[in-house]
């Protein structure tokens, strides 16, 4: 009798310690997923008319691509606007994020809505999970685009192209953007410059996307986009039009990340990239095309 009674205890001892065990496993494994929400920054690239595309983001400071981000959003998180490196206000996911549907271009890309107001549309911008409060410390100190261009900016496209084989280009510039990337209290400069008619590639034609260190008449020069037409083509221009849309620190390094939104005759795209002293490289994408 006794040795029954002790096989009996035995036995609910042992239930005992796996459910103690399953619980406090559900337990640890509930407060490691809420840590992970809360550890997560995902980024979404906004059309002017308001279609937000997952770039991805990053998960306790490492780059993460859309696919491992994904589980983490819910509907009602909020999202701060940023356009260069200023925040336009906080928007709300509405639902999960969606993907196309099968067999289209987009058909490997996340699509989330957000509750956009008219008066947020209208610009090329970012959207970053998190608070204005959170998203700002993740932004530049700041951002200057010039409107007046200098002679110094207009030489050193010059100069570059007529380096890469074009005879005579004509320069014209999109962006310049002044701002510290590195995070070491040294300002660079971004220039955007594009040349290109949209109709079947010319000699000449060109997209350019430089990172510009130290003085403009003796620049240390950064390619992060380069796209240069050395003869006349009768097929369609493939030439991407790029926009600098955004700068943030995804990793919590210090280090900017550049956003670029590009758009060309059979598709566009959202990259974010990482530059890092003399070269850059796409880390994030989302797209069509």
């Known amino acids: 009798m006794f040795h029954r009674n002790h096989t009996f205890t035995k036995h609910i001892f042992s239930l005992a310690v796996g459910l103690a065990l399953a619980i406090g496993l559900a ?5 490691t997923a809420r840590a992970a929400e809360q550890s997560f920054v995902s980024v979404l690239g906004v059309t002017p008319e308001g279609e937000a595309c997952l770039m991805g983001g990053s998960l306790r400071n490492v780059i993460a691509e859309p696919d491992v981000l994904v589980d983490f959003m819910k509907h009602k998180q909020s999202y701060a606007l940023v356009h260069l490196g200023d925040t336009r206000g906080e928007v709300v996911a509405i639902g999960a994020p969606e993907t196309p549907e099968q067999g289209g271009d987009c ?3 996340f699509i989330q809505e957000l509750t956009l107001s008219p008066e947020q549309l209208g610009l090329l911008q970012i959207a970053v999970k998190g608070t204005i409060g959170d998203t700002k410390k993740r932004l530049p100190k700041s951002v200057k685009e010039l409107s007046r261009l200098s002679k110094p900016h207009i030489k050193l496209v010059m100069d570059y192209l007529v380096k890469a084989g ?3 280009p004509k320069v014209h510039l999109r962006q ?3 701002t510290d990337i590195d995070g070491d209290g040294k300002t660079e400069t971004l220039i955007n410059a594009l040349n290109t008619s949209n109709g079947d590639t010319l000699k000449g034609e060109y997209s350019l996307v430089l990172l510009v260190r130290g003085d403009l008449n003796e620049p240390q020069i950064v390619e992060i986009h380069k796209e240069i037409s050395m003869e006349d083509e009768a097929e369609p221009s493939l030439i991407v039009a790029q ?3 955004s700068l943030i620190d995804l990793e919590d390094d210090g280090k900017l990340e550049l956003v ?3 758009a060309f005759a059979f598709g566009e795209g959202w990259q974010v990239l990482r530059v890092r002293k003399d070269n850059s490289e796409q880390i994030l994408f989302c797209g069509c095309g």
Request: proline share 0%.
């Open 27 to 31: 337990h640890a494994f509930g407060q």
């Open 107 to 109: 058909e490997e890309s």
């Open 166 to 168: 074009l005879k005579d």
């Open 176 to 178: 310049v953007i002044e």
């Open 243 to 245: 926009t600098i849309v």
């Open 260 to 262: 670029l939104y590009g």
